[in-house]
Nanobody
Framework: QVQLVESGGGSVQVGGSLRLSCAAS????????MAWFRQVAGKQREGVAA???????RYADSVKGRFTISQDNARTTLYLQMNSLKPEDTAMYYC?????????????????WGQGTQVTVSS
């Protein structure tokens, strides 16, 4: 049973930066896909970024060039560096993982989730 704990959320002004972290209970990078999702109240959870076990990354069009997903060398912590933040980035951010060679886009495939960390961007 993989446990995930997010941290690093907070309130920031437009154009600011935040770095989210997701600590895993075990080394999972070698066989798992890890991803960040976000959700605004009343809307569907959407994919933000993902990194597969070979280090290949994928980003939502809305965050390309502004967000960077990465892992530490021990593959126990997932990061999301968020720069040039916009009000529309305001959401609860979740990390998620599944044991897979690739990273599916749909939330329904991910079987391990963190509790979420709130990001609020104000103008």
């Amino acid at each position: 049973q993989v446990q995930l704990v997010e941290s690093g959320g907070g309130s920031v002004q437009v154009g600011g930066s935040l770095r989210l972290s997701c600590a895993a209970s075990e080394n999972i990078g070698g066989k798992y896909c890890m991803a960040w999702f976000r959700q605004v109240a009343g809307k569907q959870r959407e994919g933000v970024a993902a990194i597969d076990r070979d280090g290949r990354t994928r980003y939502a069009d809305s965050v390309k060039g502004r967000f960077t997903i990465s892992q530490d060398n021990a593959r126990t912590t997932l990061y999301l560096q968020m720069n040039s933040l916009k009000p529309e980035d305001t959401a609860m951010y979740y990390c998620a993982t599944l044991q897979s060679d690739t990273c599916p886009e749909s939330v329904r495939f991910y079987n391990y989730w963190g509790q979420g960390t709130q990001v609020t961007v104000s103008s």
